[in-house]
């Protein structure tokens, strides 16, 4: 439950920095977590994408997304898609896909905390914790205050935790 919260506001924030361009203003309130998300970027595909991955339909948001990302976009929003991409792969827990889809965003835009977030928790789920951690440093830098850093950091030290508790039986 709390890591499907956790993945739900990092794709809220991924989704909310491919649609801050211009348009009408949705709030969006969860249990824990309000974020604000922007809707209308020019690519209407992405857009599109972007309120399906908002709704969890993943298949559909990965669907639409990759349709916008065959027209014309500015590299702020395909940076912001492909990032998009990487949040909703997570989310279908395929975490190789996820990683190659940040990648390709952070060589668009090497600032992009979003990505560097979503990143980090593929790697999470791929069990590379060092490279999580390098990933959640990087995103705090562009970013200290994200909301879902600290519980991606701390889901990542309760994992190290669990590998090294011993239990010894006394007779």
């Known amino acids: 439950m709390k890591s499907r919260l956790l993945l739900f506001l990092v794709l809220l924030s991924a989704v ?8 009408r203003e949705v709030k969006l309130t969860q249990k824990r977590a309000e974020t604000r998300t922007l809707v209308g970027v020019d690519n209407e595909y992405l857009a599109a994408g972007a309120e399906a991955l908002l709704e969890k339909r993943y ?16 590299p702020r929003d395909r940076a912001n898609a492909l990032s998009n991409l990487c949040a909703a792969h997570a989310a279908k827990r395929e975490p190789a896909v996820a990683i190659d889809y940040c990648n390709q965003s952070l060589e ?5 905390w979003n990505a560097y977030s979503n990143r980090a928790y593929a790697y999470y789920l791929s069990r590379k914790f060092d490279e999580a951690d390098r990933d959640l440093d990087k995103a705090l830098e562009l970013n200290p205050d994200a909301r879902q850093m600290p519980q991606i950091r701390g889901m990542l030290n309760e994992r190290r935790l669990r590998g090294r508790v011993t239990i010894e039986e006394h007779n």
């Open 108 to 112: 668009i835009d090497g600032k992009n």
């Open 16 to 23: 909310g920095a491919a649609l801050a361009q211009r348009g």
């Open 59 to 74: 298949d559909e948001g990965i669907r639409l997304t990759l349709l916008g990302l065959e027209r014309p976009a500015s």
